[in-house]
């Protein structure tokens, strides 16, 4: 039995490299808006809906039209499957994850059809994993009292709730537009709770905020007609033993089946 162990911990080490998930369409996505006096839309957006609109922002408190944030669910089931798939279940670790961001708004001064948006600016964004996963979608413009907590539809309103549970930073980036329909990866910082959600195969949730006074960043939501978010997950099988480590192993392995013989003649 002990040699058996042996022999597939040997075929494990030998298995394959690193491979790499593409999760290219979120489960649910909104902007949350505060609004302000100077915007056309209505003075006051916190408690709106906006998850069914086909762009997401980020903009600053102190921006004339308001403060915009976003929030972005990802989906996880296939990307695990896939890696137990390849290396064999549980027998994996995540060792990078890349957010990419593209927009039909992409160049600087560029002002949004909508003119509820600041003008494309460049600046400093953050982004947040979130353990609250309990927030839905919604659809565009829903009124009054469509945000938490008389409702589950997710608004500015809602962001008390969305940070609730656990929560990491996954990191700050400079934003600089690239120009239309260019996407922009953003790597992550390998945080140990996002770690853990993201193995565990189920749904996860980030938060993307202004992390200046100068950003107005819009993007591509996943009802936008092509160039979405999507997350790049790479997994590497669980680092072999050293050989020292191996050698031991064998020692021990061989010790046990047969063990030393004791004189008991006088």
Same mark, same amino acid.
């Given at each position: 039995?002990? #040699?058996?162990?042996?022999?597939?911990?040997?075929?494990?080490?030998?298995?394959?490299?690193? %491979?790499?998930?593409?999760?290219?369409?979120?489960?649910?996505?909104?902007?949350?808006?505060?609004?302000?006096?100077?915007?056309?839309?209505?003075?006051?957006? @916190?408690?709106?809906?906006?998850?069914?609109?086909?762009?997401?922002?980020?903009? $600053?408190?102190?921006?004339?039209?308001?403060?915009?944030?976003?929030? *972005?669910?990802?989906?996880? $089931?296939?990307?695990?499957?896939?890696?137990?798939?390849?290396?064999?279940?549980?027998?994996?670790?995540?060792?990078?994850?890349?957010?990419?961001?593209?927009?039909?708004?992409?160049?600087?001064?560029?002002?949004?059809?909508?003119?509820?948006?600041?003008?494309?600016?460049?600046?400093?964004?953050?982004?947040?994993?979130?353990?609250?996963?309990?927030?839905?979608?919604? *659809?565009?413009?829903?009124?009054?009292?469509?945000?938490?907590?008389?409702?589950?539809? &997710? $608004?500015?309103?809602?962001?008390? #709730?969305?940070?609730?549970?656990?929560?990491? $930073?996954?990191?700050?980036?400079?934003?600089?537009?690239?120009?239309?329909? *260019?996407?922009?990866?953003?790597?992550?910082?390998?945080?140990?709770? #996002?770690?853990?959600?993201?193995?565990?195969?189920?749904?996860?949730?980030?938060?993307?905020?202004?992390?200046?006074?100068?950003?107005?960043?819009?993007?591509?939501?996943?009802?936008?007609?092509?160039?979405?978010?999507?997350?790049?997950?790479?997994?590497?099988?669980?680092?072999?033993?050293? @050989?020292?480590?191996? %050698? &031991?192993?064998?020692?021990?392995?061989?010790?046990?089946?047969?063990?030393?013989?004791?004189?008991? @003649?006088?």
């Amino acid at each position: 039995m002990r #040699f058996g162990i042996l022999l597939l911990l040997l075929a494990a080490v030998s298995g394959h490299g690193a %491979t790499s998930f593409v999760v290219d369409h979120p489960v649910a996505d909104a902007f949350l808006a505060s609004g302000s006096i100077d915007n056309p839309a209505i003075g006051d957006l @916190s408690s709106l809906n906006f998850g069914g609109a086909a762009t997401l922002a980020i903009a $600053s408190g102190g921006s004339p039209k308001g403060e915009f944030s976003s929030v *972005v669910k990802f989906n996880f $089931s296939d990307a695990t499957a896939a890696f137990d798939s390849v290396h064999g279940a549980g027998n994996w670790e995540i060792t990078a994850v890349t957010i990419s961001l593209a927009s039909n708004f992409g160049t600087p001064g560029a002002q949004p059809n909508n003119s509820m948006f600041n003008p494309v600016h460049a600046g400093g964004i953050g982004i947040d994993w979130l353990s609250q996963d309990a927030w839905v979608e919604g *659809v565009a413009g829903s009124g009054g009292s469509a945000g938490f907590p008389a409702t589950t539809l &997710v $608004s500015f309103n809602s962001i008390s #709730f969305l940070f609730s549970g656990s929560h990491e $930073s996954l990191g700050s980036y400079p934003y600089d537009p690239p120009g239309n329909n *260019v996407y922009v990866d953003y790597p992550f910082a390998l945080a140990p709770g #996002f770690l853990a959600d993201m193995t565990a195969g189920g749904d996860v949730s980030l938060y993307l905020y202004a992390t200046d006074d100068e950003v107005s960043f819009l993007f591509n939501a996943r009802s936008f007609a092509s160039n979405r978010p999507r997350l790049t997950v790479t997994a590497a099988p669980i680092p072999e033993p050293s @050989s020292a480590a191996l %050698t &031991v192993i064998m020692i021990i392995s061989v010790s046990a089946c047969c063990p030393r013989r004791t004189d008991r @003649s006088p």
